[in-house]
């Protein structure tokens, strides 16, 4: 979708050349006639002074002067299409095919939307020519689509035998998020307003809104910042707006070090916690687990076909979804079916054998992950994520069991006597799940959780609150046995330099954090490509600061790559004799991992362990004359 004014339109365009009509002409007429009868009252009334105000508000070309009362123009979305086959008029009526519109059933819901083509337009350059009907083949404007589309979507005449084209992979995803404010708190919704319209018009943008209710724009990187809020204050918030500092996204894992302190619980394995909730009701096992590394991967690719095998097992399970294309349930089915048409289509059988397969090549002897893929419970965070819930007692629902064995197990619980004063533990097995969502989303571990658990006959709702904390708490608890580790995001820079710069660019690199990938001359040129990987958190004043180095020889080019580990502990203290006699109890060597995690926490308003608010004072003295 492509925002164009409402003056920039066809429609509205005065054709320059053409002779006027008699309307026109009597109306330009009209306005001279006011313009002079206004300027001799004010030669009666203030002499030459007066007519010399009055001639120079008078227009001579026949055009209004524009009034400051005048309305604000409006901005229109232009959807930018290709015609694949058949011919497409002004006037016709099409369908929208949402994002989860699947050609097998094309009548389910959300049943699709009927639009009917308000106007179609050959894009010239930045100008729009009106066109009656395109045939196919061609590339073109079309509106009436507002409200229909949110970034992407697939236009077709009737329902039955069409395909599904919607989704875009973008080349950069959005990585960067400012939280935006307006300075007059009267200018809110024309804010909010102003967002949703970018966020159609910039297909790499992204609109949310936190839980803590701030108004966050998701962008590509810092360039693309400072053009998404340039277009927000002059174009479609029209009003003052604040941004704040740009925050940049982290992920967390676990890892097997040396210097990892003792297991809190020395009888158990490393990694298992034993929680009982406050009504001492019910006990919870559970045991965190890094998963290898291949496995990481591998469902890192793999997310698409995840959600798409949750989102069929949902579709079964419901009658009825939401029919909203803001929601972020459809976002995120846009950018799955986008990944999916890029890799192709893969059925849950081949998916559990390529997974086993992974798992077997990552770790061949070792007996806890041989039976793992049929256990699985769940992906975490967003049940499409790198993290998996493993059910060793056979309480929750297997994510990956086929559709008979699934029909079997629940017809075998509904056959299952019960009691009316006892609960089962199959009882708090979407409560469980939920704990891990929840667990995942917010400290993202990279880990594998078994469970197992016992309860009393106690009501469930009032036991729903208390096993869903427990669950959260003991898998953040089993995170910390292990040794964390912080995942940065990356950038991709290519610089093309010569031999003068060459060394000014590597001290830039180096002195952000950067890492040197490849060196290559370009034959023929005294310029040198240059391959290097940059924190995005180090990137912000990188292109200003290159080019000031370099005077101007030198402009990187940054792409969002990917997360890299950062191989520091967080929670690292001296503790060896060689360490203590080094370093001293205090650590004086700058811990990087610790810096990034104090910056997060300061930004959420919490505690910063080891802090000092005051580092230098001296006693004020009073002095006397």
């Known amino acids: 979708m492509v925002a164009v004014r409402a003056s920039e339109l066809p429609q509205n365009k005065r054709k320059t050349g053409g002779s006027m009509t008699g309307d026109e002409a009597r109306e330009i007429a009209r306005r001279k006639r006011a313009e002079i009868e206004k300027a001799r009252k004010a030669a009666d009334e203030g002499g030459l002074n007066g007519i010399a105000e009055a001639l120079d508000n008078t227009a001579l070309n026949g055009e209004q002067e ?50 009917t083509v308000t106007g179609l337009y050959l894009m010239m350059g930045r100008g729009l020519e009106s066109l009656a009907s395109v045939p196919a083949g061609a590339v073109f404007g079309i509106a009436g689509l507002e409200g229909h589309i949110l970034k992407s979507g697939t236009l077709c005449s009737q329902l039955e035998g069409s395909i599904n084209l919607a989704g875009m992979k973008m080349g950069s995803q959005p990585i960067v998020r400012v939280a935006l404010e307006p300075v007059n708190p009267g200018d809110l919704d024309k804010m909010i307003n102003g967002m949703r319209l970018l966020e159609q018009s910039d297909p790499c943008a992204v609109y949310e809104v936190l839980e803590s209710g701030e108004h966050v724009i998701l962008t590509a990187g810092e360039l693309h910042l400072e053009r998404c809020l340039k277009d927000l204050r002059e174009r479609f918030a029209k009003c003052e707006i604040q941004a704040g500092e740009p925050i940049v996204p982290y992920r967390e894992t676990i890892v097997s070090a040396s210097e990892m302190a003792a297991p809190k619980e020395k009888s158990l394995p490393r990694g298992t916690v034993v929680a009982v909730t406050p009504s001492k009701q019910i006990t919870v096992r559970l045991r965190v687990q890094p998963l290898p590394a291949e496995v990481c991967d591998f469902l890192e690719k793999s997310r698409a076909a995840i959600g798409q095998f949750y989102a069929e097992r949902k579709a079964k399970e419901t009658t009825k979804q939401e029919d909203d294309p803001d929601s972020e349930t459809n976002r995120d089915h846009e950018a799955t079916l986008a990944h999916t048409q890029a890799v192709g289509p893969i059925s849950l059988s081949d998916f559990k054998t390529r997974l086993q397969n992974t798992f077997a090549e990552a770790v061949p002897e070792s007996d806890l992950w041989s039976k793992v893929v049929d256990n699985i419970a769940a992906f975490g965070p967003r049940r499409t994520g790198p993290n998996v819930l493993i059910d060793q007692t056979g309480s929750c629902q297997k994510f990956l069991q086929e559709e008979q064995k699934l029909h079997n197990s629940k017809s075998d619980e509904s056959d299952e006597p019960q009691q009316s004063n006892s609960l089962r533990v199959k009882d708090f097995s979407d409560k469980i799940l939920y704990a891990f969502q929840l667990a995942t989303a917010q400290d993202v571990t990279i880990a594998a959780v078994a469970e197992d658990e016992t309860s009393s006959g106690e009501m469930l709702g009032r036991l729903t ?30 610089i093309q330099a010569s031999t003068e710069v060459l060394g000014r660019v590597y001290g830039v690199i180096t002195r952000r954090r950067g890492r040197i990938v490849a060196e290559s001359l370009n034959e023929g040129t005294p310029f040198f490509t240059i391959l290097s990987v940059l924190p995005v958190a180090e990137s912000f004043g990188f292109s200003d600061e290159i080019r000031k180095r370099t005077s101007g020889a030198a402009s990187p080019q940054l792409v969002f790559q990917g997360f890299e580990m950062l191989d520091e502990d967080p929670y690292w203290v001296p503790f060896t004799e060689d360490e203590l006699e080094d370093l001293g109890e205090l650590a004086d060597k700058e811990n990087v991992a610790k810096r990034y995690m104090d910056k997060v926490r300061v930004r959420k308003g919490l505690a910063v362990k080891g802090q000092k608010l005051v580092r230098d004072a001296e006693k004020q003295k009073t002095l006397k004359r």
């Open 66 to 115: 524009v009034s400051p009362e005048q309305p604000e123009e409006v901005e229109y979305l232009i959807g930018f299409a290709r015609l694949y086959s058949g011919t497409l008029s002004v006037g016709d009526a099409v369908y929208v095919l949402p994002p989860k519109f699947s050609p097998a059933n094309p009548h389910a819901a959300p049943e699709p939307q009927k639009v």
């Open 465 to 494: 609150g208390e096993i869903i904390k427990t669950v959260r708490d003991a898998i953040r608890q089993g995170f910390l046995d292990w040794s964390p580790r912080l995942l940065l995001a990356m950038y991709s820079c290519e």
